[in-house]
């Protein structure tokens, strides 16, 4: 299965992420620019032989409990960011719920954020009742963290986050990245050409 690394303060070289056996970067949007992906990083992981980036929005861990006039300015200040740097409509934002909460409590959030997206692909980050909540509403996979999840894995799990890396640590990056599966498939900014999703094992096939 193709593996995703995700980091924020810590920044791997890109060239050791490939070396080590990751894919796909997942990376911050947020109000820290140290924290935050730009576009000389992004251009600097595709030239090492990252596959695909996809962002994930957060100000802070309970943002997402603050109603559908939060979601609506933050999906429009981070679409408009990744415009700037280059990523094609379609894209998927991954909006953070970094908390252990319901569903019924971050759902206006959503709600605003979906409606303000604009020509992006809005989808939580977030433990299984995050994850399986979307899913019910709007019908679509999202990034499911281990944390507050049971040990369960959803089958709305379009990426599963593990807090523990299978794969070899990446030399000077510490332990400050996490390791993540790409189940499903997502809206990656990439350089390669899309994969059909009209076939999921085909799609898998084409990443090994």
Known sequence: MPLAIDYAWTHPDPAQIVATGYQYVLRYLSNDASKDLTEG??????????????PVGETTATRALEGSGAGQTDATNWTARMA?????????????????????????????????????????YGGIKIIDGFAADYGKPSWQTVAWSGGRVSSNAAIYQRISPTLPPIPGAGGGYDEDEV????????????????RPELWSLTLS
């Open 41 to 54: 990083e992004a251009l600097a992981l595709f030239a090492a032989g990252i596959l695909g980036i996809c």
């Open 84 to 124: 700037a740097m280059g990523m094609p409509p379609g894209t998927t934002l991954f909006m953070a719920v970094d908390t252990d909460t319901s569903w019924a409590s971050v759902a206006p959030y959503f709600a605003g954020g979906v409606g303000a997206q604009g020509a992006y692909d809005v989808r939580p």
């Open 183 to 198: 189940i499903l498939p997502i809206n990656w900014w990439t350089t390669h050409p899309a994969p059909s999703h009209a």
